[in-house]
């Protein structure tokens, strides 16, 4: 199918304007394909997160600080620096950018969302290998994210995901919680 702005028009959640290839500390959450509890399982629980530890591979100069890994998501805490930059350096911000050929938006190089793409390609091909499920969807289009803006706020996240497992009988992400179907 044949990409279509007014068919295909998603509103993006992402900051306006704001250049993902930035010099800082995100939180991202990453949700399973269709909220499916797959991830339960202590195989696949480390698969994820030994795919978490290798976060640096899929974006320049990236580092995975504090991930947990839920029953049907994932959050995590990821730095960015592009390579030989340091936290005041400037980077010329990136423009929205629509591939010729696809007619889809290009995600830049060395971007959070660059980053998030290669983590959930690579955990994907090692859940379906682990369950045996090949080209099997694992993941939800898109993530959600947050900039972290200072240190208070980067420990309150922390503790966050630190915490998350043992609230797990409340998450609005727990299949427990949802409301019943009609």
């Known amino acids: 199918m044949k990409y279509d702005s007014n068919k295909h028009n998603r509103r993006s959640i992402r900051l306006r304007g704001y250049d993902y290839r930035r010099y800082?500390?995100?939180?991202?959450?990453?949700?399973?394909?269709?909220?499916?509890?797959?991830?339960?399982?202590?195989?696949?629980?480390?698969?994820?997160?030994?795919?978490?530890?290798?976060?640096?591979?899929?974006?320049?100069?990236?580092?995975?600080d504090e991930f947990v890994v839920m029953p049907n998501h994932v959050h995590g805490i990821v730095w960015l620096r592009p390579r030989g930059l340091g936290p005041g350096d400037h980077v010329e911000p990136s423009r929205f950018r629509v591939s010729r050929e696809k007619g889809h938006p290009i995600v830049e190089p060395g971007s959070l969302g660059a980053l998030v793409r290669g983590f959930k390609s690579a955990a994907a091909k090692r859940v379906n290998s682990l369950r045996e499920t090949p080209k099997t969807p694992v993941w939800q289009r898109g993530y959600h994210e947050r900039i972290i803006r200072d240190d208070g706020e980067l420990g309150r996240i922390r503790d966050y995901i630190r915490n998350n497992p043992l609230k797990w009988a409340e998450d609005r992400n727990n299949p427990a919680?949802?409301?019943d179907e009609m």
């Not at 959450?29 to 030994?50: G, N």
């Not at 530890?53 to 995975?64: L, M, N």
């Open 24 to 64: 800082g500390a995100y939180f991202v959450t990453i949700c399973t394909a269709q909220r499916a509890c797959i991830l339960e399982d202590e195989y696949v629980r480390d698969a994820i997160l030994m795919t978490w530890r290798a976060v640096g591979k899929y974006a320049r100069a990236a580092t995975g």
């Open 177 to 179: 919680n949802w409301p």
